[in-house]
């Protein structure tokens, strides 16, 4: 296939966009660059306090860990760090809204960046929708608490079994109304401006902040430290006799069973390790910050500080509230939506319940509005290069955002969440950023190799173990996902039909394969310059 780059057949799909050009891009971006290192810490902390401390902990502790999730999370911050230090490196010399998309499109080709697009519309798109799904089950309860009665058929996805306090089945969904609701005024936040968008998220935060310390600091005081002990309960079923135990043989078969998703034995060291790789998905969030590069005021520092800062925020966080939430509930207890409205109760403060369920109303709030936020400026990004229809990089006069993107993004979002199940939706949301997280690990090795010269405001340490550990952890975890036959079928399949896409119309469309490069825009209008990849811009050279 022949284009205006000069490049034909199978090496089209490995052109690739230069640093330069990519940084030229972020020069000539239309986007109001409004936010600095503190609004990229809270943002950060907006996306990854929400689901993982509300939710995830009690089934964590519960089916694997027990009182070890408190280990569980010493070793997934750990790992997710290694991934944070390639994305804070990435977002400091590549401060563009594309994110890991346009980081690929730098090392690999657009025939990958195209793939890295599909995997974070998984990443954020559903994953906003699995949040939403949080969100509707503090807010029903919240609304029992005040005499308001949500039908509950109208509470859950089709065919979705609705349980009372019980357990008992009282219904089957039909829509999810509450999901899709909350998710429609997210998507009209983010139309009117990133700018409130960013205000309403940081007081969003400051009170989810305030819930969450409230909690570890009343609670510690119906803490009973014999529910601390033993640190790591014994493995259930025991093995055989004669099953050599030392550590390094459990770990060893920990690791075996994540990789081949078999969860046939909990706690011990192996339910740990398995805890670790179940609260990973916790801490999905920290790089939403790495797609807002075009609207930071100075990526090169605010960028690293924005990711990192929240994550180490979030990471202490997220220990100190497992070490509370199981010193006041027996872990075997923990399994429930809402295990930290259950300890709550558990002290007896029927007032602190609610306001840990409005906390939890907030936190899972800004997670949507950051998820959605990122999605559509990948979108956007993915639009100035041809590779979407150009109406998806259109921006509102008066607003300043990608407005129709930012309608298509939550429309889509609004109906996965009211009509697939959170089984479903957080396994494939999963799958998306465990894929875009490896390739964002590669990316950083590639142009070390490759760029050499490219200036990095901040560079990976312990370079090249910390990428290489990084990729290597996100392949496992991978691994794990994609042993549930329907989880692999649907993500194999969703590849195929994307990459058809691609060959449709992506790589025919492409501004980067016609020659074009994309430069300031007309008012109203996607932004380029008529001028040819290879040629300097008019007025230059």
């Known amino acids: 296939?022949?284009?205006?780059?000069?490049?034909?057949?199978?090496?089209?799909?490995?052109?690739?966009?230069?640093?330069?050009?990519?940084?030229?891009?972020?020069?000539?971006?239309?986007?109001?660059?409004?936010?600095?290192?503190?609004?990229?810490?809270?943002?950060?902390?907006?996306?990854?306090?929400?689901?993982?401390?509300?939710?995830?902990?009690?089934?964590?502790?519960?089916?694997?860990?027990?009182?070890?999730?408190?280990?569980?999370?010493?070793?997934?911050?750990?790992?997710?760090?290694?991934?944070?230090?390639?994305?804070?490196?990435?977002?400091?010399?590549?401060?563009?809204?594309?994110?890991?998309?346009?980081?690929?499109?730098?090392?690999?080709?657009?025939?990958?960046?195209?793939?890295?697009?599909?995997?974070?519309?998984?990443?954020?798109?559903?994953?906003?929708?699995?949040?939403?799904?949080?969100?509707?089950?503090?807010?029903?309860?919240?609304?029992?608490?005040?005499?308001?009665?949500?039908?509950?058929?109208?509470?859950?996805?089709?065919?979705?079994?609705?349980?009372?306090?019980?357990?008992?089945?009282?219904?089957?969904?039909?829509?999810?109304?509450?999901?899709?609701?909350?998710?429609?005024?997210?998507?009209?936040?983010?139309?009117?401006?990133?700018?409130?968008?960013?205000?309403?998220?940081?007081?969003?935060?400051?009170?989810?902040?305030?819930?969450?310390?409230?909690?570890?600091?009343?609670?510690?005081?119906?803490?009973?430290?014999?529910?601390?002990?033993?640190?790591?309960?014994?493995?259930?079923?025991?093995?055989?006799?004669?099953?050599?135990?030392d550590i390094w043989h459990q770990i060893g078969r920990a690791l075996t069973g994540v990789i081949t998703g078999d969860t046939s034995h909990k706690y011990g060291i192996g339910g740990v390790i398995h805890g670790a790789a179940v609260i990973f998905f916790a801490y999905l969030g920290f790089e939403a910050v790495s797609t807002a590069g075009a609207e930071a005021r100075n990526p090169g520092k605010d960028m690293p500080i924005g990711i990192l800062g929240a994550l180490v925020i979030c990471t202490v966080l997220y220990i100190m509230t497992s070490a509370v939430l199981v010193g006041i509930v027996p872990y075997n207890l923990l399994d429930v939506p809402a295990p930290i409205a259950l300890a709550t109760d558990m002290m007896g403060l029927k007032w602190f319940s609610v306001v840990v369920k409005i906390g939890a109303i907030a936190g899972l709030s800004s997670v949507m509005l950051v998820l959605l936020y990122g999605q559509t400026r990948i979108f956007y990004t993915m639009s100035r290069d041809g590779l979407l229809p150009t109406a998806l990089a259109r921006v509102h006069k008066k607003f300043m955002t990608p407005w129709i993107n930012t309608i298509i993004v939550g429309l889509l979002a609004m109906g996965a969440a009211g009509f697939l199940s959170l089984d479903a939706l957080s396994d494939l949301s999963n799958v998306g950023s465990l894929a875009a997280f490896a390739l964002v690990c590669i990316t950083v090795i590639y142009l070390r190799i490759s760029e050499p010269g490219l200036t990095r405001p901040f560079r990976t340490p312990l370079y090249p173990v910390v990428p290489v550990l990084g990729a290597i952890m996100c392949v496992v975890l991978l691994m794990s996902l994609m042993s549930t036959p329907a989880t692999r079928n649907f993500f194999l399949g969703y590849l195929v039909v994307g990459i058809v896409v691609y060959f449709v119309y992506g790589i025919r469309a492409s501004k980067l394969g016609r020659g074009i490069v994309v430069g300031p825009p007309a008012e109203g209008e996607p932004r380029e310059l008529p001028h040819r990849v290879g040629e300097p811009p008019a007025g230059q050279g």
């Open 1 to 245: 296939m022949a284009n205006a780059s000069g490049v034909t057949g199978v090496a089209r799909i490995f052109l690739r966009k230069s640093v330069g050009q990519i940084q030229a891009e972020h020069e000539h971006g239309e986007l109001k660059r409004s936010l600095g290192a503190l609004n990229l810490v809270l943002l950060g902390i907006g996306c990854i306090i929400g689901t993982g401390i509300f939710v995830l902990t009690g089934r964590a502790a519960a089916q694997f860990a027990g009182p070890g999730i408190m280990i569980s999370f010493v070793i997934t911050g750990t790992l997710c760090a290694f991934v944070a230090l390639c994305y804070a490196e990435l977002a400091s010399a590549l401060p563009v809204s594309g994110s890991a998309y346009s980081y690929t499109y730098a090392s690999m080709g657009e025939g990958a960046a195209w793939v890295m697009g599909l995997l974070l519309l998984l990443e954020y798109g559903l994953a906003a929708s699995t949040v939403s799904l949080g969100w509707s089950g503090y807010f029903v309860s919240l609304m029992k608490d005040i005499g308001v009665i949500i039908p509950p058929e109208f509470t859950a996805a089709p065919g979705v079994a609705v349980k009372d306090a019980a357990g008992a089945i009282i219904a089957t969904g039909v829509v999810n109304l509450p999901a899709m609701f909350i998710l429609a005024l997210a998507t009209l936040l983010l139309i009117r401006g990133v700018s409130e968008s960013a205000t309403v998220n940081n007081i969003i935060v400051a009170i989810k902040l305030t819930v969450v310390i409230a909690f570890i600091v009343i609670g510690i005081k119906y803490v009973h430290p014999s529910h601390w002990s033993p640190l790591v309960p014994a493995e259930i079923p025991a093995r055989p006799p004669g099953t050599n135990m």
